[in-house]
């Protein structure tokens, strides 16, 4: 977890934890090395049990964007005296826009429209896809097991469910390894599918198998829970919907006849 010395920023970074670890936005080629330096080397004599990387300058005068790894964006001053942290939001008319948020779109979808899909369990409609969705998983995650129940339903409206893993406990942790099993087996749907119905399913873990990619590829994008649905225009969804909205929000109105 994430420490200061000052209570309300513990309380702060406690209560964001676990969803402010995203993607670098801004290369670090962008930010002169001495401001670099400068803004590690003082973070690093407050907590040099953390590692800190410098994404980018911010979109405020004067402050740059800071990953934290394992831990949030901080926004930091150019002389590292002073940061603040949690969401960032731009006014514009009619309405308050998270900036982080609005630039992590762009990044999923351009991400999405490239990617191969050879590494994610795939369920696919028996007739027309009409719509897709991404979908970082954990076995253990009883709403991603309601939403895996409902991917027939899902099929029937046309909608193709792309599952990447996401093991909340981490790696290594049993639910890792319960993932794991899932794509290294052949049948990699029927497994998955027994998995998280809470079937108790022999271990076996391959060695090149894609989850530790996967749980970081979810981090980067903005993951901090399961089931995050991620659509092709970039959207996430977090948490668990009705299969029934999610047509909805594809405009998809019923099931294929």
């Known amino acids: 977890m994430f420490k200061t010395n000052l209570m309300p920023v513990k309380l702060a970074f406690a209560a964001i934890f676990a969803s402010l670890c995203l993607l670098p936005l801004v290369t670090i080629a962008d930010v002169p090395g001495a401001v670099v330096n400068t803004i590690t080397e003082k973070l690093t004599s407050g907590r040099s049990d953390l590692n800190y990387h410098v994404i980018g300058e911010a979109p405020i005068d004067g402050f740059y964007e800071v990953q934290v790894e394992s831990g949030p964006i901080l926004y930091v001053s150019a002389n590292g005296e002073h940061f603040f942290d949690g969401s960032l939001y731009q006014v514009k008319a009619g309405q308050f826009v998270n900036v982080r948020d609005m630039r992590l779109n762009d990044e999923r979808q ?40 409902e991917v027939a339903e899902l099929n029937a409206y046309g909608i193709e469910v792309r599952y990447l893993a996401y093991p909340r406990a981490g790696i290594p942790s049993e639910s890792y390894n319960k993932i794991a099993t899932a794509w290294c087996a052949k049948d990699q749907q029927d497994i998955l599918t027994r998995v998280k119905n809470g079937e108790n399913i022999a271990t076996a873990v391959c060695e ?44 998809l109105d019923k099931p294929n006849s």
């Not at 369920?123 to 895996?148: I, S, W």
């Not at 198998?209 to 996430?236: C, K, Q, W, Y």
């Open 208 to 251: 090149d198998n894609p989850v530790a990619e996967h749980f970081a590829l979810g981090r980067d994008l903005g993951v901090s829970g399961t089931p995050s649905i991620i659509l092709m225009d970039g959207t996430m969804i977090p948490g668990y919907q009705p299969a029934a909205d999610l047509a909805k929000i594809f405009g």
């Open 110 to 149: 351009t991400l999405f429209a490239s990617r191969s899909t050879s590494d994610m369990i795939i369920f696919k409609p028996a007739g027309q896809t009409k719509a897709v969705m991404n979908v970082f998983t954990d076995v253990d995650c009883g709403y991603c097991r309601k939403l895996h129940r």
